[in-house]
């Protein structure tokens, strides 16, 4: 069946104890943990000389929205009305918003040691300790914006700065491709600096803490994130029908520096074996409430 996703801002006092009770779920059975342990397996960046599926790739879109599908489906075992919620960080952008009260994903964490003491993933309540990518504690931890170095979410213009990219991707393909819609949206810095990072990887370092590094999945807010990274991808293929869907078309040559780093769409995802060709379309799969 075809299922619905929302926007976060619209859901019922219901909806979001269903939503958080299901992570818990998952959490409770390890099923969770193996998802963080993917995202981190599939970490690979630019300077490791190998296959890249799921950052830094034209597949970046297509493998994420692989990862929210399964992650979905081990929800909806657990509670079959439950989908994941996006989060417009365009919209709701400050500490304030009702994404991050006590019913829903908790708050910011605390300056001492930036642990999340609210809501039903803090500590204290004793269901979500870390076990992947364990860093200081094995506790929820959030810094948002980073006072230390401010950064903040991306405005709507950053947002659209993107979406006005006609052309999906382009050479050299990683986090270096100078234009294409992938890379300005997946956000990788052009300089040094914090104020370089755009979209989707902005968001990453302003929410701060676990979301920084490979170990991201490890904040639930990460699914919310990257179901609003899905559902942009899904505009910008609205917005451009006649524009190709995927690119490269073909495999880089031999002899070039991506040649065997990166996919084209008729190549499998890893760990799924699932065709890129199949994920660029998600209609037939869910849909999305989109409004603001
Ligand atoms: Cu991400």
Redesign the pocket.
């Known amino acids: 069946m075809i299922h619905t996703r929302q926007n976060q801002s619209t859901l019922t006092k219901a909806q979001k104890r269903r939503f958080t009770n299901a992570v818990l779920a998952l959490k409770k059975k390890g099923q969770y943990d193996e998802f963080v342990r993917m995202h981190i397996d599939f970490y690979v960046g630019d300077g490791d000389g190998a296959l890249r599926v799921a950052?830094m790739t034209p597949s970046f879109f297509p493998w994420?929205r692989k990862f929210l599908l399964e992650f979905e489906r081990a929800l909806q075992k657990v509670d079959s009305g439950v989908t994941v919620p996006y989060w417009d960080w365009t919209v709701d952008r400050t500490p304030a918003a009702s994404l991050w009260s006590e019913d829903f994903l908790g708050g910011n964490g605390r300056r001492s040691d930036h642990q999340v003491t609210t809501g039903p993933f803090a500590r204290r309540q004793g269901h979500w300790t870390i076990t992947e990518a364990v860093t200081d504690g094995d506790f929820l931890m959030r810094d948002f914006g980073r006072p230390q170095a401010p950064v903040d979410l991306p405005s709507k213009d950053e947002l659209a700065w993107a979406m006005k990219e006609p052309t999906y991707d382009a050479e050299p393909w990683n986090s270096l491709a100078p234009h294409g819609f992938r890379n300005r949206f997946e956000g990788w810095p052009t300089r040094r600096g914090d104020g370089t990072w755009f979209n989707?990887?902005r968001?990453?370092r302003w929410v701060s803490g676990h979301m920084l590094g490979a170990g991201?999945v490890n904040d639930p807010v990460?699914w919310l994130?990257?179901a609003f990274?899905d559902l942009c991808w899904s505009r910008w293929r609205q917005r451009y029908p006649k524009a190709a869907p995927y690119l490269p078309v073909q495999k880089p040559a031999l002899g070039d520096a991506q040649h065997d780093r990166v996919l084209v769409a008729g190549d499998t995802m890893p760990p799924w074996n699932t065709p890129i060709r199949d994920m660029l379309d998600h209609t037939s799969l869910y849909r999305y409430e989109d409004r603001p």
């Open positions: 950052h994420h989707h990887n968001v990453h991201s990460f994130h990257h990274v």
